[in-house]
């Protein structure tokens, strides 16, 4: 089965630094993008970047551009979003998903993370 | 960057009923766009892409059309398991704000 499973919610303060995590299964983890996607409390959906496992190449979206970081570990299927110094505005539920076809930057997500909710305090 | 605007914010409908959504593109978008469908507390379902494709194991009330700028999202017959919101999303990144359709 094709999944992704995100790690657990989190509570910080604002200044911590922060990694979440999402680990792939049931596919040929290098050959497909993997992107981050943010929903704040009661809001939409926001598309965060995207990562390719195969050869590390990355997008951010100009919105978060310099606040996160997405890096990836082959060896676990992993992929992480990290922050160095979390903001109360960075409370939201993260999800991770796959785009739909192998090596295409451009895609649908087809496979989504059940979401990981991280929650700052100031 | 591409924005993608969606109509309505909310939509009133009865079972049964043939509901429609709209999704308008900044600029050209050629047919790379899907349609998400979210529950309250789950994560996103993909229910449409390449604009009218129908994702595997998605019912076939649903259907997309469109290219361009302008695509609609169709609910052939509502049912009470599609009381949800929904968002549309060009395939380089942005989201619609997103449809809530509700109980009338």
Known sequence: ?122 | DIQMTQSPSTLSASVGDRVTITCRASQSISSWLAWYQQKPGKAPKLLIYKASSLEGGVPSRFSGSGSGTEFTLTISSLQPDDFATYYCQQYNGTFGQGTKVEIK
């Not at chain 1, 999944?3 to 290098?30: D, M, N, P």
């Open chain 1, 1 to 122: 089965e094709v999944q992704l499973v995100q790690s657990g919610a989190e509570v910080k303060k604002s200044g911590e630094s922060l990694k979440i995590s999402c680990k792939a299964s049931g596919y040929s983890f290098t050959n497909y993008w993997i992107g981050w996607v943010r929903q704040m409390p009661g809001k939409g959906l926001e598309w965060m970047g995207i990562i390719y496992p195969g050869d590390f190449d990355t997008r951010y979206s100009p919105s978060v551009q310099g606040q996160v970081t997405i890096s990836v570990d082959k060896s676990i299927r992993t992929v992480y979003l990290q922050w160095s110094s979390l903001k109360a505005s960075d409370t939201a539920m993260y999800y991770c998903a796959r785009h739909r076809l192998e090596g295409r930057e451009e895609e649908a997500f087809d496979i989504w993370g059940q979401g990981t909710m991280v929650t700052v305090s100031s």
